[in-house]
């Protein structure tokens, strides 16, 4: 069964820190998929990136970039120079079924305070 | 245009009276998923698609059912609800190349 961590629960830093939020995920398949979203206070669900089990490069997309490691199963996210939009909570999940399932985990609760 | 939303977005009803939460899709694309959303849970795999009239059991399952009578609607039943099942609900589909999208979500309270 697959299962990803997301150990932080609430991580809170001052406008302009970097923050990192780890992942962790948990599955026996080759091919897989892993995700983050991002759920601001107005509840929607804001997809952020993907990443498939083949392709290990690390990703940057303005001040996001993400760290994808398969020797410890880790997919960890970093938001460098926050800023107080930035807030918000952010999932980590996983993909391996043919149906599509997603695994999510119990997500990391970001605050940025001017 | 989204291509899915859900309905009603808020609803307070009461323990043991049954309550149907609808999504709808005008992408026709074949799988539909519906969460639930809980505090130190993320979101959680209720029921899935795969088709009209296929559908199948996820992590919850328990107290809900599920029904999928055309590709661009899916419904999700609370038999009769229980004050447990106050959450918030996600349904959503799968697009192309795992390309997932989520409805806005409908917040249920059991009182």
């Known amino acids: 069964a697959q299962k990803v961590t997301q150990a932080q629960t609430e991580i809170s830093v001052v406008e302009k820190e970097d923050v990192t939020l780890d992942c962790v995920y948990e599955?026996?398949?080759?091919?897989?998929?892993l995700f983050w979203y991002k759920q601001p206070p107005s509840g929607e669900l804001v997809f952020l990136i993907r990443r498939n089990s083949f392709d290990e490069q690390n990703e940057i997309s303005g001040r996001y970039s993400w760290n994808f490691q398969k020797s410890t199963s880790s997919f960890n996210f970093t938001i460098t120079a926050s800023q107080v939009v930035d807030s918000a909570v952010y999932f980590c999940?996983?993909?391996?079924?043919?149906?599509?399932?997603?695994?999510f985990g119990a997500g990391t609760q970001v605050v940025v305070t001017p | 245009d989204a291509g899915i939303t859900q309905s009603p977005r808020h609803k307070v009803t009461e323990t043991g009276t049954p309550v149907t939460l609808r999504c709808h899709q005008t992408e026709n694309h074949r799988y539909m998923y519906w969460y639930r959303q809980d505090p130190g849970h993320g979101l959680r795999l209720i029921h899935y698609s795969y088709g009209v009239k296929d559908t199948d059991k996820g992590e919850v399952s328990d107290g809900y059912s599920v029904s999928r009578s055309k590709t661009e609607d899916f419904l999700l039943t609370l038999e009769s609800a229980t004050s447990s099942q106050t959450s918030v609900y996600f349904c959503a589909m799968l697009a192309g190349s795992y390309g997932y999208t989520f409805g806005s979500g409908t917040r249920l309270t059991v009182v």
């Open positions: 999940a996983s993909k391996t079924d043919s149906w599509g399932k997603l695994q």
């Open positions: 599955t026996r398949d080759t091919t897989y998929y």
